[in-house]
Structure formats: structure tokens, C-alpha cells
């Protein structure tokens, strides 16, 4: 069986080097040719994504340096902490908007490895979240777009992460959601607070957590269900997510 397995993976490297060879791939953002070890963006690109490097140390809302913003220490979150890997400027909201239209999207893979080094720095020093749970989306929802895209993101973080294993029917939106865009932090908190719901609570009893999301904006829908999972029995929950913006962060140029 070894000796099948080091044939397969022998012939997946051959054939990537020959594509590689023949059909050079080129970054996505600056169309520089791709080395053989690279993926969707060059060195050069790839260096200067914007991602958050000071920021509140609950809901990784960007600051001038790390604290705990206002709104946090008036009324902190469910979630214990919120791990962002970038801002939501360009060229993550292009990025964003291709993850949640394209099932197979490229950046999909990218940004959730690319978070998964960045998790892996955050809990060098900690156990990591033992369960990973994508937000659920509503069965209409999903069957209007034909798949979840935080279950992606979840599913691409595990084959990352050692010791995490991903949970996809613990929670499940009990009704579908209304549109956001133009409700402030107050009024999402208001509509979400009896969307979500939890079956099979033995499972997640007395155990830390980890919710995935692409984007997070107020952080009321992650708010929501790490209620619902703390008051399920949950021990923590931390919140993942490629990006993080807020109704003040005027960086922000394309809302989805």
C-alpha cells in the first residue's frame, strides 16, 4: 500500500511540474509569472494582502494597536476571541465575493491556508478549539447558491490543523435570515437572537469551540450562535474568519 500511495504522489508532483512547465500560472492580482511552489499570488503580492496586525483582542476589530475597543469591554461578546486574517479592502472583498459565488473558487483554498498559518501562530502557546463549526446557512439559502462557503473555509482549516475535527450538524439556523446591510449592531443583534439553534449538545458539552465565517462585520451572527452554544454547554467558542470589518472602517469599498 506504501508503495502505491509514494507511486500516486510521485505522479502528482511529475504532472504538476510539467503543467507547471507548459501552462505557467500567473498571480491573480499583478499577472507576474507564479514559481512552481506558489498559489494564486506571487511572493511580492502575497506580502502585501492587508491583513490585520493590530486589532482588539476579542473581536479583531482593527486598531492602532492591540487592546480591547470600547465596544468590547461594554459589552464583550460570547466568543472569547476573534482571529482575523485581513481587512476587508481590496483585494480580499474581490476575493470574498469570488468565495461566495464560485464553489470551486481558488481563493477559497489560498486564504483558508493562508489562516491557517495565522491560527497556528495565535495557538502556538494554547490547545486549539477541538471542534470546528461553519456558521449554518439556511437550507433555502443553500439551495439557491449550492453550498455553504464558511463549510468550505471550515473543511480546508482542518486538513490544516491537526487535533480538529469538523462538526457540521450540531447547530442549524431555525429560520432564514433576513438582509443586514442596512441594520446597525443593535438591530442584527435583535434579529438574530433566536436564529440559531443546537441538536446533539452532548457533543460539544464542556468542550472549546471554534466557529468559521468568510467575513465579519458587527460579529452579531457569530455573537448569536456562540450564545447558543455556550448556553448549550459549550466550554468556549472562539470565531475564525478571513476577514473582519465594521460599519467605521471606511476601507471597506465593496459590501457583500
Known amino acids: 500500500m506504501s508503495v502505491s500511495f509514494n507511486s500516486q504522489l510521485f505522479f502528482k508532483i511529475a ?3 510539467l503543467k507547471h512547465q507548459f501552462l505557467p500560472s500567473r498571480c491573480s492580482l499583478c499577472l507576474e509569472p507564479l514559481l512552481l511552489a506558489q498559489e494564486l499570488y506571487c511572493l511580492n503580492c502575497e506580502t502585501s494582502l492587508p491583513y490585520i496586525d493590530q486589532a482588539c483582542v476579542r473581536c479583531s476589530e482593527p486598531l492602532p494597536q492591540s487592546s480591547t475597543c470600547p465596544n468590547c469591554q461594554k459589552n464583550p461578546p460570547y466568543f472569547s476571541r476573534c482571529i482575523a486574517l485581513c481587512d476587508y479592502q481590496y483585494p480580499i472583498s474581490t476575493a470574498l465575493k469570488n468565495i461566495k459565488q464560485t464553489l470551486h473558487a481558488p481563493e477559497t483554498k489560498k486564504l483558508s491556508a493562508l489562516l491557517a498559518k495565522r491560527l497556528k501562530r495565535a495557538y502556538r502557546a494554547q490547545t486549539l478549539p477541538s471542534i470546528v463549526i461553519p456558521i449554518p446557512a439556511h ?22 490543523l491537526s487535533m480538529t475535527h469538523l462538526h457540521q450538524g450540531i447547530c442549524y439556523r431555525t429560520q432564514l435570515g433576513k438582509p443586514q446591510k442596512t441594520q446597525n449592531r443593535a438591530q442584527r443583534l435583535k434579529l438574530l437572537s433566536h436564529t440559531f439553534a443546537v441538536r446533539n449538545s452532548e457533543l460539544i458539552e464542556g468542550k472549546s469551540l471554534a466557529i468559521v465565517d468568510d467575513i465579519t462585520t458587527t460579529g452579531a451572527t457569530a455573537n448569536a450562535l456562540s450564545k447558543c452554544l455556550v448556553e448549550a454547554g459549550a466550554k468556549s467558542v472562539d470565531l475564525w474568519c478571513i476577514a473582519k470589518t465594521s460599519w467605521h472602517n471606511q476601507s471597506s469599498s465593496i459590501k457583500i
Open 139 to 160: 437550507p433555502l439559502k443553500i439551495l439557491r447558491r449550492g453550498f455553504n462557503q464558511s463549510a468550505l473555509i471550515a473543511h480546508r482549516l482542518c486538513s490544516e
Open 15 to 17: 504532472l504538476k511540474k
